[in-house]
């Protein structure tokens, strides 16, 4: 699909299947002259989430268009280092009404890295019921049928990747600079896992290669997002650790579980969990990690797994949630009675 030189990238644009050339066309002619657009994302964006709608953010801009990013919540602090971030609206901490005539005005609205409106909370009402052209960009399991245009594929480690290939596949290769390729280039890395998971594929390096010639600092997004800790939160990963770590040797599962008094107990602020779960996973011979926060009213609960365990069908079936196959997330109360009943897929897993 991308044919490397020394000092030259030769793109061959190759849609997916199920679009259609003349609804890419279709698109290609909506972009082409200026339009009131808004890119959603889904809540507590993560660095996909973000990265690939402030790349898109950056892109569209410089297509001529009046671009608002709004997100449903806050997000951590070490992602607002990307270019736009200033601009961000945060539908929690502004003014909805004003959100809403926004979202009533839009000509295009481009929804971002989740597959169902229920993810955008509050937002997915308004979104639903608007008139705009809505554009779906993803990568997660069975999305719901609510968009105009379709941008999905399953295959794709990250949405900051399939940005990446809209972006090329418009033609606009000259489009991209330095921000928006670290944008890009952080979805990529996190959604990755720094590369170390099976998604990262031959096509996730030939992009990131490609972003590191356009100009992204990979140890500059690596150290904003990875070493930027503050000592609250160090502390508290030492605590979780040391106290909240729980492994079920019998079951080839590990998890952590975490109260409203220990968030409050190390100030936590959003992003401060973010990870943590992977240390679980980490242990030897563990196939099932969750990570479970009282939240007060809901307990929510992240999976990852290894090998051929499913979690986000766990997260689908018990717990309201889904996700991918190895990284899923869910909202419940009953993870451990539930654990049994799992048990010959758990160990047949096992490292």
């Given at each position: 699909m991308y044919l490397f030189t020394p000092l030259q990238i030769t793109i061959q644009?190759?849609?997916?299947?199920?679009?259609?050339?003349q609804d890419f066309q279709a698109f290609k002619e909506l972009?082409?002259?200026?339009?009131?657009?808004?890119?959603?994302?889904?809540?507590?964006?993560?660095?996909?989430?973000?990265?690939?709608?402030?790349?898109?953010?950056?892109?569209?801009?410089?297509?001529?268009?009046?671009?608002?990013?709004?997100?449903?919540?806050?997000y951590p602090d070490f992602l607002h280092w990307m270019k736009g971030n200033d601009e961000v609206l945060?539908?929690?901490?502004?003014?909805?009404?004003?959100?809403n005539q926004l979202i009533d005005s839009a000509d295009i609205i481009f929804?971002?890295?989740?597959?169902?409106?229920?993810?955008?909370?509050?937002?997915?009402?308004?979104?639903?019921?608007?008139?705009?052209?809505?554009?779906?960009?993803?990568?997660?399991?069975?999305?719901?049928?609510?968009?105009?245009?379709?941008?999905?594929?399953?295959?794709?480690?990250?949405?900051?990747?399939?940005i990446y290939e809209l972006i090329m596949s418009l033609g606009?290769?000259?489009?991209?600079?330095?921000?928006?390729?670290?944008?890009?280039?952080?979805?990529?890395?996190?959604d990755t896992g720094s590369f170390q998971h099976s998604n990262t594929t031959q096509n996730v390096h030939r992009i990131t290669a490609s972003l590191i010639e356009f100009g992204a600092d990979t140890h500059?997004?690596?150290?904003?997002i990875y070493n930027s800790n503050t000592l609250?939160?160090?502390?508290?990963i030492g605590f979780s650790l040391s106290q909240r770590l729980e492994v079920l040797a019998g079951l080839n599962v590990a998890l952590f579980a975490i109260s409203k008094q220990d968030l409050a107990m190390f100030n936590s602020k959003t992003g401060d969990t973010e990870g943590l779960v992977n240390y679980a996973l980490s242990i030897r011979g563990i196939v099932l990690a969750a990570l479970m926060i009282d939240h007060g009213e809901l307990i929510k609960i992240s999976f990852r797994s290894v090998g051929d365990f499913p979690a986000n069908e766990l997260?689908?079936?018990?717990?309201?949630?889904g996700g991918h196959k190895n990284a899923a997330g869910g909202r419940s109360t009953k993870f451990k009675k539930l654990l049994p009943s799992f048990k010959s897929k758990l160990t047949s897993s096992s490292k």
């Amino acid at each position: 699909m991308y044919l490397f030189t020394p000092l030259q990238i030769t793109i061959q644009p190759i849609l997916p299947a199920w679009v259609s050339m003349q609804d890419f066309q279709a698109f290609k002619e909506l972009l082409n002259t200026p339009k009131n657009i808004i890119i959603v994302t889904h809540h507590k964006p993560d660095a996909d989430a973000l990265g690939s709608s402030l790349g898109l953010w950056g892109y569209l801009k410089k297509k001529g268009h009046r671009v608002t990013v709004i997100t449903p919540s806050d997000y951590p602090d070490f992602l607002h280092w990307m270019k736009g971030n200033d601009e961000v609206l945060i539908y929690e901490k502004s003014k909805k009404t004003a959100i809403n005539q926004l979202i009533d005005s839009a000509d295009i609205i481009f929804c971002l890295d989740f597959s169902n409106l229920h993810r955008i909370n509050e937002l997915g009402e308004h979104v639903g019921q608007s008139d705009a052209v809505k554009v779906l960009v993803d990568h997660h399991l069975d999305p719901e049928d609510f968009a105009t245009y379709k941008f999905w594929s399953i295959e794709a480690a990250a949405t900051a990747e399939l940005i990446y290939e809209l972006i090329m596949s418009l033609g606009d290769a000259e489009l991209i600079d330095q921000d928006i390729a670290e944008a890009l280039y952080a979805g990529i890395m996190t959604d990755t896992g720094s590369f170390q998971h099976s998604n990262t594929t031959q096509n996730v390096h030939r992009i990131t290669a490609s972003l590191i010639e356009f100009g992204a600092d990979t140890h500059k997004v690596a150290r904003s997002i990875y070493n930027s800790n503050t000592l609250d939160r160090l502390r508290f990963i030492g605590f979780s650790l040391s106290q909240r770590l729980e492994v079920l040797a019998g079951l080839n599962v590990a998890l952590f579980a975490i109260s409203k008094q220990d968030l409050a107990m190390f100030n936590s602020k959003t992003g401060d969990t973010e990870g943590l779960v992977n240390y679980a996973l980490s242990i030897r011979g563990i196939v099932l990690a969750a990570l479970m926060i009282d939240h007060g009213e809901l307990i929510k609960i992240s999976f990852r797994s290894v090998g051929d365990f499913p979690a986000n069908e766990l997260a689908q079936k018990y717990f309201n949630g889904g996700g991918h196959k190895n990284a899923a997330g869910g909202r419940s109360t009953k993870f451990k009675k539930l654990l049994p009943s799992f048990k010959s897929k758990l160990t047949s897993s096992s490292k």
